[in-house]
Nanobody
């Protein structure tokens, strides 16, 4: 059983930055692809970014490319999402997910992720 705990959300103004973290326990973190997703009010949970188990490969949804950076520290069992130039449309609950059966493909689909954290709220005011 893998437990994921997100942190770092908050209320910021447009143009500000935040760094989210997701700490994992109960599994072999270094073997998992890790993803970030977000869910805005009234919308479905949507893909934001994913990083391979080694950290050598990443993928992003188009709307965050150039503004968000996903990274990981396998020694600390933690994945990060660095967010700059935040926009009001980035407002959402952010979730990290663990793909514990990783393939060569970095998935952006919800069904590929076996475990989820409880989420952290990010609110960007205009």
């Amino acid at each position: 059983q893998v437990q994921l705990v997100e942190a770092g959300g908050g209320l910021v103004q447009a143009g500000d930055s935040l760094r989210l973290s997701c700490a994992a326990s109960g599994g072999t973190f270094s073997r998992y692809h890790m993803g970030w997703f977000r869910q805005a009010p009234g919308k479905e949970r949507a893909f934001v970014a994913v990083i391979s188990w080694s950290g050598s490969r990443t993928s992003y949804t188009d709307s965050v490319k150039g503004r968000f950076t996903i990274s990981r520290d396998n020694a600390k069992n933690t994945v990060y999402l660095e967010m700059i130039s935040l926009k009001p449309e980035d407002t959402a609950v952010y979730y990290c997910g663990a793909d514990v059966r990783p393939s060569m493909f970095l998935s952006s689909g919800l069904s590929a992720y076996d475990y989820w954290g409880q989420g952290t709220q990010v609110t960007v005011s205009s």
